[in-house]
């Protein structure tokens, strides 16, 4: 139960610890307010699921809230809300995650849930048939809204062998036909100590919670995850094209592009250019969302919303493990036809491939950057968050370097991402283009009297 | 020497003389500020005959002022990294932004010009009328927005400030002109309509003189208080279907009408709400219809007390074979609570839990200046958050269930349903 491994970087006054079963452990002190914030993070997401059985890394995460041995179901609510505190969890491409924020007197309950969580959740079978209409009903509310349906299928356009396609919720029929036993099996897989790693941040003192940590996860054995898919998309050889014609009374553009991994060379370069482009949105996908981009002097926002073309712009680009999608999302004011939307949004495109940004487009957008990494530093939550986050997707100490990183960007380096990454053969492109009332297909059956739900 | 916890927020409040009031608390979590300007302005004080002013002026306030066009305040704003964010609510229009600590002084200044001094530009008033009618088409196809918004109008009557639309109809946004914008801003911004609130790494005192520097020198008359009828609970039971037909989930909202802020039963209200459907996962409601019954992904009870009796709502989304079983669940757990009112463990819990809650609710400079915003627009008391826990911890469960019992009857329930459904549940 000794470490193996000890350093600690004075600069983040971040301390790192990997216990003998491969537990990491990253702790950050932080006195301002008496709260603490505990973060599991999973290598696993929704890019390690085969074909049949999408959508169960997101359920398992259901799963993993309804008792274990040693906290009987009924008894897990009440844990940290006795300290105030609040609980939650997520999924995503590349990652499951879990996390507590509570009074600084809740830590060692929110390790011990946290290692309880690891190694001893239950599965009971009623349990995982209830939590199965939960995920549909989840699966559905988000069916709802037309922008969430399109960003769907034009993922799943964008990649055609990479598993980051599948939504993060699953398909529906995988979700009405994978077993308990595929759930567990998933669960036992990936959910040991050598696949994940543990933050704590806050009002704690380094020594005490590591005490703790190896108290609740240092018995708890490693496991071997196995071979993951390693199937790289294969580049895009031409634009591809999606239409969803629905029942509705808006219409949406969404365009997306292979960008880089948060590992390449250019993925700060295309930070920049995203900010030029829709406004600075910083990194942190737990806070970002929360605050809207300055944007009113972003290339598209003037392009796009200025003209009345549409009523909002944003841009989209998150550091990955693998290389994702840059996706620019507009929403088309009533009455303007998406033809002319798109062509006013490839000619602001076009343009930035062909001329690159200015020296005063690159400062500002470092500079809204540089404001954001405060703004979005703003709890323990969030501090936390982005210590799991990096290092579930690349290494912990980048987030100690994002400012230095942001700040060399050349305007060469954004003009070269712009031109190789905006190009029309990496590009693909989604409609949704609503129908009027009792023309649509029935979205529960795909049948009705408009065309197909989905053409490509 | 007492603990920060103990000290509490401690803000400095201060009134300008032209009745403006400035409030500034130092938190150095990160050096940055957030600045929070509300002005009584909300949708309740829209024209009757034109739904959608006070929303509508929310959009174009902040695109050009007398002496800043639209492109100039742009470029100030995105500059800095700063994000405006002008949101309106029934009762206030509020500008909020995180600002860097260097940015204070300049940033005031700019949302001080967009407050007192707004241009409503022609183009810009036409451009952003046509993202209000995109909004307002988004929300018809919305079953969510449908569900709540149905619910309020017929719970307090389409007409009513807390009942019609707060972004008007696209008819009425038509009939919106720059003339009509002008007059509201001249009847309901004036520095006694304001509050301010800075909360970051500055000094109290240097914050309040930047405010009084921004704003000091601003005359206007204070804006008459015009007259909010209350609305009592329906004594029958009502449902509307919203049938929409090309979605996959369906939208319930449930509610009644409740009580005022100021009612001394407020925090009886707040524990049988938490109690009802927020204590965890959705509290009574959650555990019966998300965790036993597995037929929603979310449901969970709001409770609005207001400056008159506000909603206390019930939502969930359900599958459009779950809409019977859903609104007789919550049927059910109404009438249990009503019957029986809480047990003494859920009393212990929803306290301890509401109390324990504060220090985190209080953590960020954007929490804590709204949570200020609150304080003044209440008239709770600087030391609020002192007074809090034994404002709770003072509440009887007969109190409690004494609530439970004059609010939660379903036998005077409105339910509105969106979404795929067509049917029609007892």
Redesign the interface.
Known sequence: MATLERSTMAAASVTEDILDNGLRVLIQEMH????ASVWCWYRVGSKDEPTGRTGVSHWVEHMNFKGTTNIPRDKV??II??????WNGYTWIDQTTYTE???RDALDRMLFIESERMANCLYDPADC?????????????G????DTLLDQELTAIAFKAHPYRHPTIGWLSDLQTMTREDLYAHYRRFYVPNNATLVIVGDVDTTEVMRGVVRHFGRIASGDVGRRPQTREPEQAGERRVTLS?????AYLKLGYHAPAVGDSDFFPMLVLDAVLT??KGVNLWASFR????????RLYRAL????LA??VSGGLVPTAEPFLYTMSC????GTPLAKLEEAALAELDLVRRQGITALERD?AV??????L??E????TNIAHQLGYFETVASWQLVSTLRERIESVTLDQVGAAAAARLAALNRSVGWFE?LP?GA?????TGRGAGREPVSS | MTSATERGLAPVRVLLDNDAVVIAKQSQTTPAVTIHAACAAGTVFDPPELPGVAHFVSRTIDRGTLTRPAGAIAEELDGRGVSLTVTVNRHALSLVCTCLVEDLQAILALVADIVMHPAFPPDEVDTRRGEIVTLIRQDEDNPAVMASEGLLADLYGSTHGYGRRPRGTVTSVGAIDRAALERFHVERFAPASLSLVMVGDVEPDAAIAAAAAAWSLWRAPRPSVPRLDAVSSSPVRRLRVIPMMNKAQVDIAYGFTSIRRADPAYYAYWLMNNILGQYSLGGRLGDSIRERQGMAYYVFSALDANVIPGPLTIRAGVSPAHVEPAIASIDEELARLAADGPTDAEMAESTQYLVGSMPRNLETNTGIASFLQTVEFFGLGLDYDLRVPALLRGVSRDEVHEAARRTLVPSGATVVVAGPYAGHPA
């Open positions: 301002t307010a008496p709260l609510k009440g809300e006795q300290f105030g505190g609040y924020t509570a009074t048939e209830s939590e199965r209409t939960v995920i549909i009903s989840e699966l559905q509310g069916e709802n809204d037309p629905r029942e509705g009374t808006t406004g600075a605050t809207p981009p300055p944007q009113r002097s972003a919303v200025d003209t009345g009523s909002s929403t088309a004011t009533s500002k500079h809204q950057l540089h404001a954001r405060v703004f530093n703003d709890s323990v609503p009332a649509g297909v029935d979205a529960r």
